[in-house]
């Protein structure tokens, strides 16, 4: 079955410090990779949509010089949580769509946990 | 109005019972449904998609009702590892964008 890693899965860091989250599809290629944020007791909320070769596109509330997404290749996408704050704890997950599939469901990442203290 | 609307539970119910989810969602462009399972502090992970005719899966049958815009999930002879929330996932319109309802949790006792 497709597989998508992301890394870390646990971060804790002080205020001010930028964290990058890796999200990898292993055994297929991913054209768009979807970027997701969960608070306690919250639904996922979809942050931003990335497609390979191309800008992010943002959801609404969202800041883009914040939430810097960079997706160079078929397999890789990242997330850097620039100077973070404690309000930017939570769980970060990525999710993939292999690239021959329309309205097939997306494969997720196992999620990181981000910390700011 | 939330995108997808779901009933947060919690269900308690005991072992062998039967279980109904019900969510609804805003947009009636969607094309594509899915019930998610997600742990504590894991990542979702796809339970089944959800078909026009309705589809079953073992122990778990899948509803959609697109006139009313409506979805649901039911859960035959509950077993302690069913404990989990339970997302109702909708795709927004016509792009592959995924609105998860924000769960009903699930509580499996002895």
């Known amino acids: 079955g497709a597989v998508v890693s992301q890394h870390p899965s646990w971060v804790i860091c002080k205020s001010g410090t930028s964290v990058k989250i890796e999200c990898r599809s292993l055994d297929f290629q991913a054209t768009t990779m979807f970027w997701y944020r969960q608070f306690p007791k919250q639904s996922l909320m979809l942050m931003a949509t990335?497609?390979?070769?191309?800008?992010?596109?943002?959801e609404q509330g969202v800041e883009k010089d914040k939430f810097l997404i960079n997706h160079a290749s078929l397999t890789l996408s990242t997330l850097t949580v620039t100077s973070a704050h404690p309000e930017d704890s939570s769980f970060y997950i990525c999710?993939?769509?292999?690239?021959?599939?329309?309205?097939?469901?997306?494969?997720f990442g196992d999620g990181t946990r981000l910390s700011i203290l | 109005r939330k995108e997808v609307e779901q009933d947060p539970g919690p269900f308690n119910v005991p072992e062998g019972a039967t279980v109904a989810f019900n969510c609804t969602y805003s947009n009636s462009a969607s094309q594509s449904f899915f019930w998610y399972r997600q742990d504590c502090r894991k990542e979702p992970k796809l339970l089944m998609s959800?078909?026009?005719s309705g589809n079953e899966d073992g122990r778990f049958t899948a509803q959609l009702n697109r006139a009313s815009q409506y979805i649901s999930l039911l859960i035959r002879d509950s077993k302690l590892s069913d404990s989990a929330t339970y997302l109702c996932v909708v795709n927004k319109g016509g792009y592959n964008k995924l609105i998860f309802g924000a769960g009903t949790r699930l509580a499996v006792h002895p």
């Open positions: 990335s497609n390979e070769g191309s800008k992010a596109t943002y």
């Open positions: 999710s993939a769509d292999r690239a021959s599939e329309d309205n097939q469901p997306q494969h």
């Open positions: 959800v078909y026009s």
